[in-house]
Protein backbone atom coordinates (compact mmCIF):
# COMPACT_ATOMS: atom_id res chain seq x y z
CA UNK A 1 0.00 0.00 0.00
CA UNK A 2 0.96 3.12 -0.94
CA UNK A 3 -0.10 6.54 0.89
CA UNK A 4 -0.32 10.43 0.25
CA UNK A 5 -1.69 12.47 2.60
CA UNK A 6 -2.13 16.20 3.18
CA UNK A 7 -4.42 17.92 5.70
CA UNK A 8 -7.65 17.22 4.35
CA UNK A 9 -7.77 13.65 2.63
CA UNK A 10 -5.76 10.59 3.05
CA UNK A 11 -5.21 8.53 -0.05
CA UNK A 12 -4.59 5.04 -0.30
CA UNK A 13 -3.65 3.35 -3.42
CA UNK A 14 -2.02 -0.81 -4.07
CA UNK A 15 0.02 -2.44 -6.05
CA UNK A 16 -1.91 -4.41 -7.38
CA UNK A 17 -3.25 -2.75 -10.52
CA UNK A 18 -2.15 0.61 -9.43
CA UNK A 19 -5.91 1.26 -7.62
CA UNK A 20 -6.79 3.92 -5.57
CA UNK A 21 -8.70 1.73 -2.57
CA UNK A 22 -9.59 4.98 -0.41
CA UNK A 23 -10.08 8.76 -0.32
CA UNK A 24 -10.56 9.44 3.58
CA UNK A 25 -11.30 12.97 4.77
CA UNK A 26 -9.08 13.43 7.84
CA UNK A 27 -11.33 15.49 10.00
CA UNK A 28 -14.66 13.51 9.98
CA UNK A 29 -12.93 9.98 8.73
CA UNK A 30 -15.79 9.61 5.80
CA UNK A 31 -14.48 7.36 3.23
CA UNK A 32 -15.59 8.33 0.09
CA UNK A 33 -14.57 5.34 -2.17
CA UNK A 34 -16.19 1.68 -2.12
CA UNK A 35 -14.16 -0.96 -0.17
CA UNK A 36 -14.41 -3.68 -2.39
CA UNK A 37 -16.41 -6.18 -0.71
CA UNK A 38 -15.97 -9.70 -3.01
CA UNK A 39 -19.45 -10.72 -2.01
CA UNK A 40 -20.88 -7.80 -4.03
CA UNK A 41 -17.58 -6.65 -6.36
CA UNK A 42 -14.07 -6.86 -5.48
CA UNK A 43 -12.42 -3.74 -6.80
CA UNK A 44 -12.25 0.10 -5.76
CA UNK A 45 -11.45 1.91 -8.85
CA UNK A 46 -9.84 -0.36 -11.08
CA UNK A 47 -7.77 1.03 -14.33
CA UNK A 48 -8.71 0.17 -17.46
CA UNK A 49 -5.77 -0.82 -19.97
CA UNK A 50 -5.03 -2.01 -23.07
CA UNK A 51 -9.06 -2.26 -23.63
CA UNK A 52 -12.07 -0.75 -21.95
CA UNK A 53 -15.30 -3.16 -21.97
CA UNK A 54 -15.50 -6.32 -23.59
CA UNK A 55 -14.68 -7.95 -26.69
CA UNK A 56 -16.62 -10.51 -28.65
CA UNK A 57 -15.69 -13.63 -27.63
CA UNK A 58 -12.94 -12.18 -25.95
CA UNK A 59 -10.52 -12.01 -28.85
CA UNK A 60 -8.81 -9.33 -30.52
CA UNK A 61 -7.35 -9.22 -33.92
CA UNK A 62 -3.98 -7.72 -34.11
CA UNK A 63 -2.07 -7.78 -37.50
CA UNK A 64 -4.20 -10.97 -38.43
CA UNK A 65 -4.06 -13.13 -35.63
CA UNK A 66 -6.19 -13.15 -32.52
CA UNK A 67 -5.14 -12.69 -28.76
CA UNK A 68 -7.37 -13.28 -25.77
CA UNK A 69 -8.34 -10.40 -24.11
CA UNK A 70 -10.60 -10.36 -20.87
CA UNK A 71 -13.03 -7.59 -20.04
CA UNK A 72 -11.20 -4.22 -19.20
CA UNK A 73 -7.98 -5.98 -19.95
CA UNK A 74 -5.01 -6.89 -17.72
CA UNK A 75 -3.47 -3.95 -15.73
CA UNK A 76 -6.32 -4.02 -13.36
CA UNK A 77 -5.07 -7.41 -12.24
CA UNK A 78 -1.64 -6.60 -12.73
CA UNK A 79 1.34 -5.58 -9.86
CA UNK A 80 3.04 -2.47 -10.46
CA UNK A 81 5.93 -1.02 -9.38
CA UNK A 82 6.47 2.04 -7.70
CA UNK A 83 8.56 4.33 -9.42
CA UNK A 84 8.10 7.93 -7.63
CA UNK A 85 6.74 8.87 -4.17
CA UNK A 86 6.49 11.85 -2.14
CA UNK A 87 3.90 12.71 0.70
CA UNK A 88 1.11 13.77 -1.58
CA UNK A 89 2.84 11.98 -5.17
CA UNK A 90 3.09 8.59 -6.25
CA UNK A 91 3.25 6.86 -10.18
CA UNK A 92 3.44 3.30 -10.50
CA UNK A 93 4.47 1.58 -13.94
CA UNK A 94 3.84 -1.61 -15.60
CA UNK A 95 6.00 -2.70 -18.42
CA UNK A 96 5.34 -5.14 -21.17
CA UNK A 97 6.87 -9.23 -20.70
CA UNK A 98 7.19 -11.95 -22.21
CA UNK A 99 3.60 -12.86 -20.69
CA UNK A 100 1.56 -9.85 -21.83
CA UNK A 101 3.17 -10.21 -25.33
CA UNK A 102 1.01 -13.28 -25.59
CA UNK A 103 -2.14 -11.48 -25.38
CA UNK A 104 -1.64 -7.72 -26.05
CA UNK A 105 1.65 -8.31 -28.75
CA UNK A 106 2.94 -4.33 -28.04
CA UNK A 107 5.76 -3.18 -26.37
CA UNK A 108 4.81 -0.56 -24.19
CA UNK A 109 5.10 1.18 -21.07
CA UNK A 110 2.07 2.20 -18.61
CA UNK A 111 2.11 4.50 -15.67
CA UNK A 112 -0.39 5.62 -13.72
CA UNK A 113 0.35 8.44 -11.30
CA UNK A 114 -1.73 10.31 -8.72
CA UNK A 115 -1.07 13.70 -7.43
CA UNK A 116 -3.19 14.89 -4.13
CA UNK A 117 -3.89 18.78 -3.78
CA UNK A 118 -5.94 20.25 -1.33
CA UNK A 119 -9.53 18.48 -1.36
CA UNK A 120 -8.71 17.37 -5.14
CA UNK A 121 -6.70 14.06 -6.74
CA UNK A 122 -5.69 13.79 -10.00
CA UNK A 123 -5.16 10.67 -11.74
CA UNK A 124 -2.45 10.80 -14.68
CA UNK A 125 -2.63 7.57 -17.55
CA UNK A 126 0.87 7.98 -19.13
CA UNK A 127 1.38 5.29 -22.17
CA UNK A 128 4.76 5.32 -23.50
CA UNK A 129 5.33 3.31 -27.19
CA UNK A 130 8.86 1.01 -26.82
CA UNK A 131 8.17 -0.97 -29.95
CA UNK A 132 8.99 -0.22 -33.04
CA UNK A 133 5.79 0.08 -34.64
CA UNK A 134 2.55 1.98 -34.24
CA UNK A 135 0.50 0.41 -30.85
CA UNK A 136 -3.82 0.92 -30.16
CA UNK A 137 -5.08 0.54 -27.10
CA UNK A 138 -7.68 2.19 -24.62
CA UNK A 139 -7.44 3.01 -21.46
CA UNK A 140 -10.43 4.48 -18.53
CA UNK A 141 -10.95 4.81 -14.81
CA UNK A 142 -13.30 2.87 -12.95
CA UNK A 143 -13.57 4.85 -9.37
CA UNK A 144 -16.76 3.25 -7.38
CA UNK A 145 -18.30 5.97 -5.02
CA UNK A 146 -19.69 5.15 -1.89
CA UNK A 147 -23.35 6.58 -1.18
CA UNK A 148 -25.13 6.84 0.55
CA UNK A 149 -22.45 9.07 2.62
CA UNK A 150 -24.73 9.35 5.96
CA UNK A 151 -26.79 7.18 7.91
CA UNK A 152 -29.93 9.80 7.56
CA UNK A 153 -29.45 9.47 3.62
CA UNK A 154 -30.90 6.56 1.16
CA UNK A 155 -29.27 5.98 -2.24
CA UNK A 156 -32.30 7.75 -4.12
CA UNK A 157 -31.17 11.01 -2.65
CA UNK A 158 -28.47 11.05 -4.86
CA UNK A 159 -27.77 11.96 -8.32
CA UNK A 160 -25.66 12.98 -11.01
CA UNK A 161 -25.32 16.56 -12.44
CA UNK A 162 -24.12 17.22 -15.81
CA UNK A 163 -22.11 20.56 -16.00
CA UNK A 164 -23.76 21.21 -19.44
CA UNK A 165 -27.62 20.30 -20.44
CA UNK A 166 -27.56 17.14 -21.76
CA UNK A 167 -29.99 15.37 -24.49
CA UNK A 168 -29.03 11.78 -22.29
CA UNK A 169 -28.83 8.64 -24.46
CA UNK A 170 -27.07 5.63 -23.25
CA UNK A 171 -25.88 2.59 -25.50
CA UNK A 172 -27.33 -0.06 -24.57
CA UNK A 173 -25.06 -3.36 -23.66
CA UNK A 174 -26.39 -7.06 -24.12
CA UNK A 175 -25.87 -9.84 -21.31
CA UNK A 176 -22.46 -10.21 -22.60
CA UNK A 177 -21.73 -6.47 -22.23
CA UNK A 178 -21.46 -5.94 -25.92
CA UNK A 179 -23.30 -3.06 -28.02
CA UNK A 180 -26.79 -4.75 -29.25
CA UNK A 181 -27.14 -1.50 -31.50
CA UNK A 182 -30.31 0.01 -28.79
CA UNK A 183 -30.12 2.92 -26.99
CA UNK A 184 -32.26 4.31 -23.92
CA UNK A 185 -33.53 7.32 -23.53
CA UNK A 186 -33.25 9.90 -20.80
CA UNK A 187 -34.50 13.29 -22.28
CA UNK A 188 -32.95 16.54 -22.04
CA UNK A 189 -31.97 17.48 -18.67
CA UNK A 190 -28.43 17.86 -16.54
CA UNK A 191 -29.74 15.32 -13.70
CA UNK A 192 -29.65 11.78 -13.95
CA UNK A 193 -31.58 10.60 -10.76
CA UNK A 194 -30.01 7.69 -9.11
CA UNK A 195 -32.10 4.81 -8.74
CA UNK A 196 -32.06 0.87 -7.21
CA UNK A 197 -33.53 -0.62 -10.45
CA UNK A 198 -31.27 1.83 -12.71
CA UNK A 199 -28.21 -0.22 -13.97
CA UNK A 200 -30.73 -3.63 -14.43
CA UNK A 201 -29.34 -3.51 -17.82
CA UNK A 202 -25.37 -3.23 -17.31
CA UNK A 203 -23.64 0.08 -16.86
CA UNK A 204 -24.92 3.46 -18.60
CA UNK A 205 -22.71 4.97 -21.58
CA UNK A 206 -22.75 7.86 -23.08
CA UNK A 207 -20.35 8.73 -26.20
CA UNK A 208 -21.85 12.02 -27.13
CA UNK A 209 -21.95 13.82 -24.03
CA UNK A 210 -21.17 17.43 -24.04
CA UNK A 211 -20.17 17.90 -20.40
CA UNK A 212 -16.68 17.09 -19.16
CA UNK A 213 -17.31 17.66 -15.58
CA UNK A 214 -20.01 16.05 -13.46
CA UNK A 215 -20.94 16.13 -9.86
CA UNK A 216 -22.35 13.33 -6.92
CA UNK A 217 -25.13 15.14 -5.34
CA UNK A 218 -27.65 14.91 -2.96
CA UNK A 219 -31.02 16.51 -1.74
CA UNK A 220 -30.32 15.85 2.15
CA UNK A 221 -27.08 18.01 1.75
CA UNK A 222 -24.63 20.34 -0.18
CA UNK A 223 -21.74 18.13 -0.16
CA UNK A 224 -20.60 16.60 -3.20
CA UNK A 225 -18.04 14.83 -5.26
CA UNK A 226 -16.79 16.84 -8.77
CA UNK A 227 -15.20 14.31 -11.35
CA UNK A 228 -13.45 16.45 -14.28
CA UNK A 229 -12.60 14.05 -17.46
CA UNK A 230 -11.42 17.04 -19.83
CA UNK A 231 -8.82 14.72 -21.58
CA UNK A 232 -11.61 11.73 -22.15
CA UNK A 233 -14.75 11.06 -24.84
CA UNK A 234 -16.85 8.97 -23.14
CA UNK A 235 -18.18 8.63 -19.63
CA UNK A 236 -20.14 5.21 -18.23
CA UNK A 237 -21.75 4.97 -14.85
CA UNK A 238 -22.43 1.83 -13.38
CA UNK A 239 -23.08 0.33 -10.16
CA UNK A 240 -24.31 -3.39 -9.26
CA UNK A 241 -28.04 -3.56 -8.62
CA UNK A 242 -28.92 -2.76 -4.73
CA UNK A 243 -24.96 -2.10 -4.11
CA UNK A 244 -24.36 1.38 -2.15
CA UNK A 245 -21.91 2.84 -4.56
CA UNK A 246 -22.32 3.99 -8.26
CA UNK A 247 -19.05 4.58 -10.36
CA UNK A 248 -18.10 7.63 -12.59
CA UNK A 249 -15.78 6.37 -15.46
CA UNK A 250 -13.96 8.50 -17.92
CA UNK A 251 -13.22 6.10 -20.87
CA UNK A 252 -10.73 6.77 -24.58
CA UNK A 253 -12.26 3.86 -25.81
CA UNK A 254 -15.38 1.31 -24.91
CA UNK A 255 -16.91 -2.33 -25.76
CA UNK A 256 -17.24 -4.05 -29.07
CA UNK A 257 -20.67 -4.53 -30.73
CA UNK A 258 -22.13 -7.92 -30.69
CA UNK A 259 -20.81 -8.30 -34.19
CA UNK A 260 -17.10 -7.60 -33.32
CA UNK A 261 -14.23 -6.20 -34.61
CA UNK A 262 -12.33 -7.04 -37.48
CA UNK A 263 -9.35 -5.59 -35.92
CA UNK A 264 -8.08 -3.43 -33.21
CA UNK A 265 -6.59 -0.62 -35.22
CA UNK A 266 -10.20 -0.34 -36.61
CA UNK A 267 -11.84 -0.39 -33.40
CA UNK A 268 -13.92 2.43 -32.69
CA UNK A 269 -12.68 4.47 -29.91
CA UNK A 270 -9.25 3.42 -30.36
CA UNK A 271 -6.00 5.13 -29.71
CA UNK A 272 -2.83 5.39 -31.89
CA UNK A 273 0.77 5.99 -30.33
CA UNK A 274 3.33 6.21 -32.92
CA UNK A 275 6.69 4.67 -32.28
CA UNK A 276 8.91 6.33 -29.57
CA UNK A 277 5.84 8.77 -28.44
CA UNK A 278 3.88 9.27 -25.16
CA UNK A 279 0.58 9.45 -24.61
CA UNK A 280 -0.69 11.51 -21.38
CA UNK A 281 -4.52 11.62 -20.39
CA UNK A 282 -5.48 12.47 -16.73
CA UNK A 283 -9.11 12.59 -14.82
CA UNK A 284 -9.41 14.24 -11.39
CA UNK A 285 -11.87 13.98 -8.44
CA UNK A 286 -12.87 16.76 -5.58
CA UNK A 287 -14.12 16.21 -2.41
CA UNK A 288 -16.67 19.45 -1.97
CA UNK A 289 -18.51 20.52 0.76
Known sequence: MVVLENDKLQVTIKLKGAELSSIKDKVSGKEYIWQGNP???GYH???LFPIVGG???????????????????????????RIESTPNHAVFSLSYDDETLKIYPYKFEFEVAYSLSGNSLTILYKVINKDDKKIYFSVGAHPAFNIPLEESEVYEDYFIEFEKEETLVSSKLSTTGLFNGQYKEFGQNTILDLTADLFN???????????????????KN????KVDFNQFNELGIWAKPGAPFVCIEPWLGYADNELGQKDISEKPGIQTLDHGHVFESNYTISIEK
Open 39 to 41: DVW
Open 55 to 81: LKDNKITISGNDYNLSRHGFARTSMFR
Open 45 to 47: APN
Open 201 to 219: EDALVFKNLNSRVVYLKNR
Open 222 to 225: TQSI
